[in-house]
C-alpha cells in the first residue's frame, strides 16, 4: 500500500508538472497586469498630490485658510494611497513607478480649482472602475479590495470638491466671504525625522 502511494505521483507526474508550469507562467502574466495598473494608478496619485499641494498654498496665499486646510487634508490622502499602491506592488515583486501621470497646474484661480478638482476625481473613480476590474480577472482579491478602499476615498474627495463647486457658482461672493480669513490650521501634528529625534516636540 505505501508503495503505491508513493509511486502513484511519479505516474501522473508529466502531465501535472506541465500543469504546474503553465500556471506558474499565467500566474506570472496576471501579477505583471495588476502590477501594471497599480502602477497606472500610483502615477494618478502622484499627479493629485502634487495638484492639492499647489492649490493649497495657493488658497493659503488667497487667505481662503479652511479651504486651503481641507485640500492639505486631502493631498494627504492622496500621499497615502500612493504609498499603498507602492506597497503593493513591491509586494508582487514590481517596481513603483515615481512620474506623475500629468503635469501639475499651476496659477489656477478660485473659480477654476474645485471644478477642476472634481472632475480629477471622477476620472480617477472611473479609472480605478476599470483597474479593479483588471484585478478581479487576474484573480488578485487583494488588489481588488485596495481599489475598493481607495475608490470610497475617491468618492469622499467628489462629494466635497464637488459641492464647494456648487457653493461657488450659486452663491460666489457670499459664500467665498464666509471663506476668507479663516484658519488654515489642520489640528495635525505631524511629525518629521528630525522632530521624532529631538523628543518629539512640536516643531
Ligand atoms: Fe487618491
Ligand atoms: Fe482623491
Given amino acids: 500500500m505505501r508503495l503505491a502511494l508513493i509511486e502513484r505521483p511519479y505516474s501522473i507526474q508529466p502531465t501535472k508538472e506541465r500543469g504546474r508550469l503553465m500556471t506558474r ?7 505583471s497586469r495588476v502590477i501594471e495598473v497599480l502602477n497606472k494608478a500610483r502615477a494618478m496619485e502622484l499627479h493629485a498630490i502634487g495638484q492639492y499641494m499647489n492649490q493649497h498654498y495657493g488658497l493659503d496665499d488667497m487667505d481662503f485658510g479652511e479651504l486651503a486646510a481641507q ?14 499602491f507602492a506597497e503593493r ?7 513603483p513607478v515615481t512620474l506623475a501621470a500629468s503635469a501639475v497646474e499651476t496659477g489656477q ?5 474645485f471644478a477642476f478638482d472634481t472632475e480629477l476625481e471622477d476620472d ?12 478581479e480577472d487576474c484573480g488578485d482579491s487583494v488588489s481588488v479590495k485596495l481599489f475598493d478602499d481607495i475608490i470610497n476615498d475617491e468618492q469622499a474627495h ?3 470638491f464637488d459641492s464647494v ?4 457658482k450659486k452663491l460666489g461672493a457670499a459664500y467665498l466671504a464666509q471663506k476668507a480669513g479663516t484658519s488654515s490650521a ?7 525625522f528630525v522632530a521624532r529625534r529631538s523628543g518629539g516636540a512640536p516643531v
Avoid: P
Fill in 25 to 31: 507562467a499565467a500566474r506570472e502574466e496576471r501579477k
Fill in 71 to 84: 485640500m492639505k487634508l486631502i493631498a494627504i490622502d492622496e500621499m497615502r494611497h500612493a504609498e499603498k
Fill in 89 to 95: 506592488v513591491k509586494e508582487l515583486g514590481g517596481e
Fill in 109 to 113: 484661480e478660485m473659480e477654476v480649482i
Fill in 124 to 135: 480617477g473613480i472611473a479609472a480605478y472602475n476599470e483597474f479593479r476590474t483588471e484585478c
Fill in 158 to 160: 467628489f462629494n466635497y
Fill in 165 to 168: 463647486d456648487a457653493h461657488i
Fill in 186 to 192: 489642520t489640528g495635525l501634528n505631524t511629525q518629521g
